[in-house]
């Protein structure tokens, strides 16, 4: 697999990571009402800040010092810290990980650590509230064992007044679920193209019961997206709800 590289710079990130249709109202309708919400991977605050700004008292929790400095200006109380090994002073009554950010924790061991924290962090009667894309059953079967890699242009963005065009370069290894996303960000006036990667662990819906169990959780429901969809073979994402195990 490719060695390390300079960090995804934060305001392209944030330009082309706009998040899923639907899921900053599902994490808002999901909330609501509730005396603390603990945001685990938070970022820039996409999700927490909207949340802080209907009423809700949130605070945000991500490893990434820059990021949290966008988050705090867009009005998010925050916490740096690892999201496998934090230890607040505090419970809440939901604990949210919007946006694939735990497929971001590339071993089952580092999985079972966030959810277990997540867990140990619940209120009686609280909820761990995750989303993810589906890991297609055909891309990441284990017969095709051979990494692949495909490329695509996503579009424009507009940073600083000027405009760049997005292309991705997706690489899979079937075997472990693993997909590295190599993004170029070319600035069509010309200059240094500005890249970032994204490495990712799909997790699979057959996975989940047994890491949930590990973490101390227990699945509430699934769904397959942020309106209610029953969660089928065919989602394109799934949208989970556990809480303590009893």
Not at 61 to 67: N, R
Request: hydrophobic share 40%; aromatic share 8%; charged share 25%.
């Amino acid at each position: 697999m490719p060695d390390e590289e300079a960090p995804y710079p934060g305001e392209f990130y944030a330009a082309v990571h706009t998040g899923n249709p639907g899921d900053i109202g599902f994490y808002r309708q999901s909330c609501a009402g509730r005396a603390g919400v603990l945001e685990i991977a938070c970022g820039q605050g996409r999700v927490g800040s909207e949340l802080s700004a209907a009423g809700l008292d949130v605070v945000g929790l991500d490893i990434d010092a820059d990021a949290l400095v966008v988050a705090r200006a867009a009005g998010l109380t925050c916490i740096e810290a690892d999201m496998r090994r934090f230890r607040l002073e505090r419970r809440f009554e939901r604990v949210i990980i919007p946006f694939n950010s735990l497929y971001c924790l590339l071993s089952d061991d580092d999985v079972v650590a966030c959810l277990s924290n997540a867990c140990r962090h619940l209120e009686r009667g609280g909820e761990v509230i995750f989303d993810g894309y589906v890991a297609d059953a055909n891309e990441f079967s284990t017969g095709r064992a051979r990494a692949r890699t495909a490329s695509q242009q996503l579009g424009a963005i507009t940073i600083g007044g000027r405009i760049f065009d997005v292309h991705e370069k997706i690489t899979v290894w079937p075997a472990t679920r693993r997909v590295d996303v190599r993004y170029q960000h070319v600035p069509r006036d010309g200059g240094e193209i500005v890249t970032g990667t994204i490495r990712q662990r799909y997790l699979a819906a057959s996975e989940l019961m047994s890491l949930l169990s590990q973490a101390g959780l227990a699945l509430l429901s699934i769904q397959g997206g942020f309106v209610g969809e029953r969660f089928t073979p065919d989602s394109e994402h799934m949208v989970v709800r556990a809480g303590a195990q009893t």
